[in-house]
């Protein structure tokens, strides 16, 4: 914020209508800012509407570890009779690339692309993580025992705290994490057919290259 121009020399005193203007000045810079901020955030959103690329939203934590965090598994999951284990950062670093799913049973997107993520798992093998945000347990198991689990571990975000730490703009969202659980590639949004071939699969197998995504 810029000082009042026309300091007062010294031994001169500065009028009521001075400051009074110092402090209206501090409000509307106040209200400016914000505004600008928001500007700026739906300048980006708007990008991404009309290039049909939700990787066009940034994220500070491309290319950066992810970050720490351990959730307890889905209660009452299971797979082949054993529980499904939740997931925590350690998982991500194992040498191998994985691939982390934010979803929900009340996010219709969600529910759309499951299949894809099926259909990922089997094509490129990729360890698949989901992170259930927000979501109702019994909901979200009876959901993966109806429509199949594609994931190796499911971590239970019910605070939302998890999604936060990971910068996550809404459901779904999905990221490509290389082997020393570094994120290479955010995905915001729905995955489709056009985004699993053009995108995520190339980030992944560029993952497994060792040569970082630049998306």
Not at 57 to 63: D, E, K, Q
Not at 99 to 114: G, L
Not at 196 to 206: G, K
Request: net charge positive; hydrophobic share 40%; charged share 15%.
């Amino acid at each position: 914020m810029k000082d009042p121009a026309g300091s007062a020399p010294v031994g001169e005193t500065t009028g009521p209508s001075i400051g009074t203007g110092t402090r209206g000045n501090g409000r509307l810079g106040w209200l400016v800012v914000p505004v600008a901020i928001f500007a700026a955030v739906a300048g980006l959103f708007a990008l991404a509407l009309r290039t049909g690329d939700p990787s066009k939203l940034p994220s500070a934590l491309l290319g950066k570890p992810a970050p720490q965090f351990e959730l307890a598994p889905l209660e009452g999951l299971t797979a082949n009779g054993l529980p499904v284990p939740g997931i925590a950062t350690a998982d991500l670093a194992k040498g191998k690339v994985s691939v982390v799913n934010f979803w929900a049973t009340w996010c219709v997107p969600c529910v759309e692309e499951h299949p894809l993520l099926i259909e990922l798992g089997k094509r490129t093998g990729v360890t698949i993580y989901g992170i259930n945000y927000k979501d109702q347990t019994v909901a979200a198991r009876r959901f993966l025992g109806t429509f199949g689990n594609p994931f190796a571990g499911v971590g239970s975000d019910s605070t939302g705290r998890t999604g936060i730490d990971w910068g996550v703009y809404g459901m779904p969202e999905t990221f490509v994490v290389d082997g020393q659980g570094r994120i290479v590639y955010k995905h915001v949004g729905q995955l489709t057919k056009a985004s699993l071939d053009r995108v995520v699969i190339p980030a992944i197998e560029a993952a497994r290259r060792g040569g970082a995504s630049a998306h």
